[in-house]
């Protein structure tokens, strides 16, 4: 797939950066850059997850003029600094550079006049999606409760605490509305309390008994619990190339964390020649870059729990008229979702 994409003329004429914002969410404040390149009267867009970050996250001005092909812009990606200063994380280098390449793609296509489903020889689905959040500390059920009230065919991805105790998760289950439960084990991130882990975890499979069980602890007793369920233990944080899916049977893919279009599609190769189950994910993308992923997702795994749901349903509260999951597919013309 590769292949296709790389031999695409690209010509460069300047870009622009937009800052996007959202009102704050959940404790968070949420914005992004919106990145425009320009050329031959087309304009590629993608978008810098990385304006969050306490420091580093100013980007010099590039040298990104030019004549190229897709594979050789992103080989000069490659061999620049995109930085003012080193990012706090290293992950944030692929956020980054996903920005460009994303925008790099788009304009390309763009500039040929062709869609990417087109080029790459792949008809887009409808695209399953679910709405990602947290219960709050302490946990809230009305927050899920809110929700379902207003839109009762959604679906969720939930955050997991130690602090759920065996009411709240029958309270939950009984939805019948979550597809993932996500434990955020791989995070690097300290256990306040490892004693609380293995019966939390031990409660959770038994209760949802078919969710995907995303990013499990490495912690003592957590493997012994869910041994018996390994073929839908995912993994999510630790996904940043092929050679990371190793043994997994189910994996999250977020483009941005990858942070190369070779990359991704090398993921979505190795995930389909080994029969593992696929579905996508986002990384607080506000703009173009949302359509982007739930295009993606339609094109390599559409029926997965994905957690690209439109932006709106990220807000606190939710507002009337959001589209309901299946999202029906809109590929437009270059790397984008229609409006």
Known sequence: MWSRL???????????VERLKRPPAFGRDRGTDLLRLRGGGEEGLGEDITVYLPEGTAAPRLELAGEWTLGSFCEHLAAIDQWT?????????????????SAALDLALRQAGEALHDVLGLAP??????????????????????????????????????????????????????????????????????????????????????A????????PGVPEVLEPHRDRVSYDAPIRSADDIDEARVVNVKPSRIGSLRALLDVYATCRERGVRTYGGGMGELGMARGQIELLASLFHPDGPNDVAPTPYNDEELPDGLPSSPLEPRPAMGFRWAD
Not at 212 to 219: N, Y
């Open 6 to 16: 790389a031999e695409l003329p690209l010509a460069i004429e300047d870009y622009a």
């Open 85 to 101: 200063e080193p990012p706090k994380w290293d992950l944030a280098l692929a956020w980054r550079n996903w920005a460009y390449e």
């Open 125 to 210: 689905a409808p695209v399953r999606f679910v709405n990602s959040f947290g219960l709050g500390d302490p946990p809230q059920f009305a927050t899920l409760r809110r929700r379902l009230d207003r839109y009762p065919g959604l679906r969720f991805k939930l955050d997991a605490e130690p602090t759920w105790d065996r009411a709240l998760l029958e309270e939950i289950a009984a939805t019948g509305a979550v597809d993932t439960i996500d434990f955020k084990g791989r995070y690097g991130l300290e256990v306040k309390d490892p004693d609380a882990l293995v019966p939390l975890y031990a409660r959770v499979v038994e209760i949802f008994a078919d």
């Open 212 to 219: 995907i069980l995303e990013d499990p602890h490495d912690e």
